[in-house]
Structures are given as C-alpha cells and as structure tokens.
C-alpha cells in the first residue's frame, strides 16, 4: 500500500517571522528551471537513453544476419619456356552473400534476458536523478527562505541591542547603572554585529547554492505563508512506512535487478558448455575474363551448423566459479542495502515525526519568550528589573525565534527525505509544498 500522505493535512497553524511578503518566483517555479537547466538531471536523461539500446542490442544475437562482400581482380603473367614467352591476362568479378541465423544458442537468450534488465535500470537512475533533483531544489529553496529570516532576526537582534546600549549608557551617565552593565550590553551588541554580518553570508552563500542548480540568480522567492498547515504523521505509522520502503525504494530496486544479473550470469556461463546450432545459406556469383573465354560460376548452398566446446583449458569452469562468487556478492550486499534502506526509513520517520513536535515546542516557546520578553521590557521601565534581565530576555527570544525557523524549514525537508527513502517521492510534493507559500 503507497502512502496517501499530502503536505496539506491539517495542522495548527505556524507563526511565522518572514520578511518576504511581495510574490515572487515559488517553489514549483525554481524547479520547473531546475529541469530545464540542471545538468545532473540531463546526463541522467541521456544515460537512460543510451540504456534502452542495451535491450535491443541483447535482441540482435537471436536475430538472423546478413552480410555481403564484393571482389574485383586483375591478373597478367608472363611465361617463358625457352621457346619465347607468353603471356596471359584475366579479370575477375565475384559477388558472395551470406545469411546465419541462431537456431538455439542458449547463452544468447540469456543475454537477451540480462540486457532487458539492465534497460530498465536506466529507468530507475533516472527516477534517482529525479528524485535527487526535487530533495536539492527544496533544500536549496529553503535554505534561502531560512537564511532570510535569519538575517531578519539578526537585524531585529542588533537592533534590540542597540537600544539596550543606548538605555545602559544613559542609566551609566545618571548613576543608576553600573559600568558592567554598560559593558555587557556593549558585548551583546557586538556579538549581535557578528551574527549579522554572518547571517547576511549564509544568504549569499544560499542564493549562490540555488543559483547553481537553476542556472541563474534566483529571483525573490515566494515565503512560507503564516498559516500554512502541515501534514501530521501517526506515532504508530513507522511500518507502514518501512514496507513501503522495501516495495518502492529505488536504490534497492537497483540492487535488486543487479543480482537477478548475476543468478542469469551463471547460468549463462553453465550454457556455454551446450551446443550451438545455427542455420547458414550462401549465394555467390564469379565471372572470369579470359583473353580466349569467358566464365560465369554461380553457387548456393545451405547448411545446419552445430558447434560444442570441449575442452577450453578449464576457462569455463573458471569462469563459471567467478560468477557464483560474484552472485554471492551481490547477495550480501542486496542484504546489506535492505537493511540500510530500512534504517533510513526508520530515521526519517522519526526526524519527521519528532521535528513536528519540535515545531509545536517551539512554537508555543515562541510565545512564552516574546511574553517574558514584554513582561521583563515592564519590569525595567518600573524599576523592578535590570538591564541585564532585558538582555538575557531578548537573547532568549531571538535565539528562539532563529530554532523554530529552522525547525519549521528542517520539518518540510524531512518529509521529502521520508518520501525519498519510501521511493514515493514525486512532482506531486513539489507542487503541494508550493501551495504552502505565499
């Protein structure tokens, strides 16, 4: 059963702290560019391509072939027998085609088999490719929209502290400060100085990241809208999404198709030893130019032609115990990879399903912050609280406010990766998450 899971589920709605409130370029947009620009995606494409001929090239050795060859001669001798020389000269023309065709070559059905295989894992890179592309636009899509709202709140933050400065300097000035006071908040400033001069780094740094993907500068991007509803996963839903992940995950589909590859090698190779037959016909045309005569020979023939090893020098039986080694690889790491896959259902579950509760947390911390904050900002003006209680408030609400926006953008990722590892993850969940903006 495939998960009907959406990005439109209801749940509470986010406060949200955005700058970007214009439209701009959303996400379904950034990606639609991506496919059109990103060359990952496009060698994918091609590498698809060139794996479909691999099925009609398996399909060849059991189709009849023909070939042609053509020869033009000339001869002059020269003879001499002590009685005088003589001398001869000729030309030729011959014209010969031949047509075989496989009547049983087991290994050849085999290859066919293998070919077919390896086809359709070129689907499946491509689906790959697909998928990566839509985990690498989203990460990049959003990693704009959190380093945005970072810089914001580190403005707010400078500007908070700023302020903060201004009050201790002219309580100090007064007398009802002490110079620590004045000092500490002098030491906020600057270190909110550094986080804004950071914050406007990791923006550039993530507009360069997108950029590289779509293949120009990304325009203003679209926000997260304030009451955008997420989906909600069930505490008792890890199973269902693990069996989706050994039905539907890609790379062990790959994995998978690489040992059915290997199990056809051997018994390929076991084929070898059998006879082959094939049916072959001739036709053939020759005239000869004499100076004296003319010549005009045709020729046809058909024949069934069996062939069978006997002895190759132990190659075969060689052979043979490398590929059942080989297979035997494939089977530890069709394992191996099983196991992994199920492990990384299993953390992606639980990174989605705990970073919802994490964004509720933080966002009812949010509240509690910006409260005590308003609380503590009262408590200065009527004399009961010192400035450095207004500092420790505001530092706690800006560095609230910087973990819930990234909980809130690392939530919607881990979605993507939860429908990545279950090998669901499609457009569709582009297009759901776009509705989210704004």
């Known amino acids: 059963m495939k998960p009907t899971l959406t990005l439109s589920i209801a749940l509470a709605s986010l406060m949200q702290f955005s700058v970007a409130t214009a439209s701009g370029q959303g996400l379904?947009?950034?990606?639609?560019?991506?496919?059109?620009?990103?060359?990952?995606?496009?060698?994918?494409?091609?590498?698809?391509?060139?794996?479909?001929?691999?099925?009609?090239q398996g399909l060849s050795l059991l189709l009849p072939k023909m070939s042609a060859s053509a020869n033009v001669s000339y001869n002059h001798s020269i003879r001499d027998a002590g009685d005088?020389?003589?001398?001869?000269?000729?030309?030729?023309?011959?014209?010969?085609?031949?047509?075989?065709?496989?009547?049983?070559r087991s290994a050849d059905y085999k290859s066919y088999s293998q070919s077919k295989i390896v086809s359709s894992q070129g689907d499946v890179q491509l689906k790959l490719a697909e998928q990566d592309l839509i985990l690498r636009v989203s990460q990049a899509y959003f990693n704009v929209l959190s380093?945005?709202?970072?810089?914001?709140?580190?403005?707010?933050?400078?500007?908070?502290?700023?302020?903060?400065?201004?009050?201790?300097?002219?309580?100090?000035?007064?007398?009802?400060?002490t110079k620590t006071d004045k000092l500490e908040a002098q030491a906020r400033f600057d270190l909110a100085r550094a986080s804004e001069i950071s914050a406007q780094n990791q923006l550039a740094i993530a507009n360069q990241s997108l950029a590289s993907i779509i293949g120009e500068a990304p325009a203003k991007l679209k926000s997260l809208k304030t009451d955008a509803k997420l989906v909600e996963l069930k505490a008792n839903d890890i199973q269902h999404w693990v069996d989706t992940a050994i039905s539907n995950n890609l790379q062990l589909q790959l994995i998978n198709s690489g040992y059915k590859i290997s199990q056809i090698e051997v018994s390929k190779l076991k084929s070898d030893r059998l006879p082959t037959l094939d049916f072959i016909a001739n036709a053939s045309n020759s005239k000869s130019f004499f100076i004296s005569s003319n010549t005009t020979t045709t020729q046809a023939s058909v024949a069934l032609q069996l062939a069978m090893p006997i002895y190759t020098g132990g190659l075969m039986s060689s052979r043979i115990r490398e590929a059942e080694s080989l297979k035997s690889q494939q089977a530890q790491v069709k394992i191996n990879t099983q196991r992994q896959v199920i492990l990384q259902a299993q953390q992606s579950y639980l990174n989605s399903y705990n970073g919802l509760q994490q964004v509720s947390a933080l966002r009812?911390?949010?509240k509690s912050s910006n409260s005590a904050l308003k609380a503590t900002q009262k408590g200065v003006e009527v004399g009961v609280r010192t400035n450095l209680d207004l500092l420790d408030s505001q530092q706690q609400f800006f560095s609230t406010q910087r973990d819930y926006t990234f909980a809130k953008y690392n939530y919607l990722l881990s979605i993507l990766n939860l429908k990545a590892a279950a090998g669901v993850l499609a457009k569709s969940d582009i297009e759901n998450l776009d509705l989210l903006l704004k």
């Open 28 to 56: 379904l947009d950034i990606y639609q560019k991506a496919v059109e620009q990103d060359p990952a995606l496009a060698g994918a494409q091609f590498a698809s391509a060139a794996s479909e001929e691999k099925s009609k």
């Open 84 to 104: 005088g020389e003589t001398t001869n000269t000729s030309d030729g023309r011959s014209i010969a085609l031949q047509l075989s065709q496989p009547v049983f």
């Open 147 to 177: 380093a945005d709202e970072n810089l914001q709140v580190a403005i707010s933050q400078t500007k908070a502290f700023k302020e903060s400065l201004e009050r201790a300097k002219l309580t100090f000035k007064v007398g009802t400060a």
């Open 364 to 366: 009812q911390a949010l």
